[in-house]
């Protein structure tokens, strides 16, 4: 194992950091500190911030967890400002100019310099001004081993001050939490008893959360998300309609738009564009055999966390399944858990979806984590 | 009968100015550009609510705090023996639950697989 990129200080003092081993960028006393909350997703991240000691946001913003680096000999003023790292929407929307290059897989980092890259993309829209002392709560898989968690931290080396690693899962339910309405009659607060399905890109996450920080016992992360639907759903479309040149982008789009659980659901039209001809394609099967493998891969890990729990919190936990992450976005996918749980005896389950802001719980509670954070949790990155 | 809804209203609004002005007087890719803006400000407006909502809350409770000798939890947490005052935390939840308290456990997780790692 490397060198640990991290610290913790527990006699830090309330200022900025004065750590002479903070490398990367020149020590100095910063004029202010930025508090991050950063969903590192798979294929999109989202990032919220504000100054410390505020709660005013300046920074909320949902950006593809891609880097497209310019290709050697593109003219002038072709990509603008003649820049030659794109990122996000910029890099996809230039795809044909650039090297795309995605930093994050299975959401762990699987090209460390475009992590980099991306990292400082991220520091430069929280603080444009490059002054700032920049402290982020960084959302990661369940479960995420210790390597990967070393190489986030060597990536964010000398970009931000101090990092905090927090489970998706867990952030997802502090997000999804509403302060407001703790306490009222009728109100289930969420980080009390409930468990957390959070379906992304590269991993689907499942998390108890009971009132304290989650154990790994009360995580599962599984490798299997809507990356891996795009995949199956590919070899679909390659199988039924061979050489049909449809882009991975495409077809993730068509997921998106589409995508299903449940018995089949025919006839699924989708238009597409085929050798610059529109083609109107049957998918129903194919979407629907593509989305519910990812049934068949959570449910079982639904259900070991559901027997994990304590007779005396189960009944309550199972009132309390709540789906986030774009995965909750697949028609049925609330209905279809719930009737299996049910025709398998669990005690009137309910499983919710989190809703339209999905793509921002795990950064509110990011942001959430990093404003209730106290001076001695965080984490300084050293060499 | 459902309520109509302001997306009822547009969608009304737009089959009007279509069916007036013809079906290219607005451009999908406009339409849908604005859509989208809206839609991100919209999420950015919830954003904001909730991050403020426990800030209000909070005020709200320590306008109308108890007497010292039942202190709210601001001051049980002001008061915290093990540790520096958290000078960065906007507010502190009035909820059962401390964010800070939650982290504590994280930390103290990872301190615990760091020392045994063979069970992991």
């Not at chain 1, 444009?128 to 190489?151: H, L």
């Not at chain 1, 299996?340 to 669990?346: K, S």
């Not at chain 1, 979806?353 to 795990?362: F, M, P, S, T």
Request: charged share 20%.
């Amino acid at each position: 194992m490397s060198t640990p990129a991290v610290v913790e200080k527990n006699t830090a003092p309330a200022t900025a950091p004065q750590a002479p081993t903070v490398t990367g960028r020149p020590v100095k006393a910063a004029t202010k500190t930025m508090l991050a909350g950063f969903d590192l997703g798979t294929n999109k991240s989202c990032i919220l911030a504000g100054p410390a000691g505020t709660s005013d946001m300046t920074l909320s913003k949902v950006l593809p967890t891609v880097v497209g680096y310019v290709k050697e000999g593109i003219v002038d003023g072709i990509i603008a400002g003649n820049a030659t790292i794109l990122f996000g929407e910029d890099a996809l929307n230039n795809m044909l100019h650039v090297d795309l290059v995605a930093p994050i897989a299975e959401g762990v980092i699987a090209h460390p310099a475009a992590a980099r890259d991306f990292f400082q993309r991220v520091r430069s829209l929280i603080d444009p001004s490059g002054q700032a002392e920049i402290r982020t709560v960084v959302g990661i898989p369940a479960n995420t081993s210790d390597k990967a968690r070393e190489d986030i931290r060597q990536c964010a080396l000398g970009i931000f001050d101090r990092i905090l690693l927090v489970p998706e899962p867990f952030l997802s339910a502090l997000g999804f939490r509403d302060d407001a309405r703790v306490g009222q009659t009728g109100y289930v607060d969420p980080v009390t008893n409930s468990l957390f399905i959070d379906i992304g890109g590269g991993t689907s996450d499942l998390c108890r959360v009971q009132g304290c920080f989650p154990t790994r016992e009360d995580q599962i992360c599984i490798p299997f998300a809507g990356d891996a639907i795009d995949e199956i759903l590919h070899s679909e479309l390659d199988r039924l309609y061979p050489n049909n040149g449809l882009s991975r982008h495409k077809v993730r789009e068509i997921k998106e738009a589409h995508a299903y659980v449940g018995p089949v659901r025919k006839p699924i039209d989708v238009r597409v564009i085929m050798g610059g001809k529109a083609h109107m394609l049957e998918l129903g099967e194919a979407l629907g055999r593509a989305a519910n493998t990812l049934i068949d891969k959570i449910y079982p890990a639904l259900t070991t966390l559901i027997a994990r729990a304590s007779s005396d919190s189960v009944v309550t936990l199972l009132q309390n399944i709540i789906v986030t992450g774009g995965g909750s976005q697949i028609k049925g996918i609330d209905a279809v858990l719930q009737k299996r749980l049910t025709d398998d005896g669990f005690e009137s389950p309910k499983v919710k979806l989190a809703g339209q802001d999905y793509k921002r719980y795990v950064a509110i509670g990011a942001l959430k984590a990093a404003r209730a954070a106290r001076e001695n949790q965080w984490q300084f990155l050293l060499t | 009968m459902s309520p109509i809804t302001a997306e009822d209203e547009f969608l009304v609004v737009l089959s009007t100015v279509r069916a007036t002005y013809g079906p290219a007087s607005i451009n999908e890719t406009d339409l849908k550009e604005i859509v989208a803006t809206e839609e991100s400000r919209v999420a950015d407006a919830a954003v904001i609510a909730e991050l403020i909502a426990s800030r209000m809350t909070a005020l709200q409770t320590s306008t109308t705090a108890s007497t010292p000798s039942a202190p709210s939890s601001a001051q049980a947490e002001t008061n915290r023996p093990a540790s520096t005052p958290a000078p960065f935390a906007s507010s502190v939840s009035t909820s059962p639950f401390s964010i800070a308290d939650l982290i504590d456990g994280m930390l103290a997780q990872e301190k615990r697989d760091v020392r045994q790692p063979a069970q992991r």
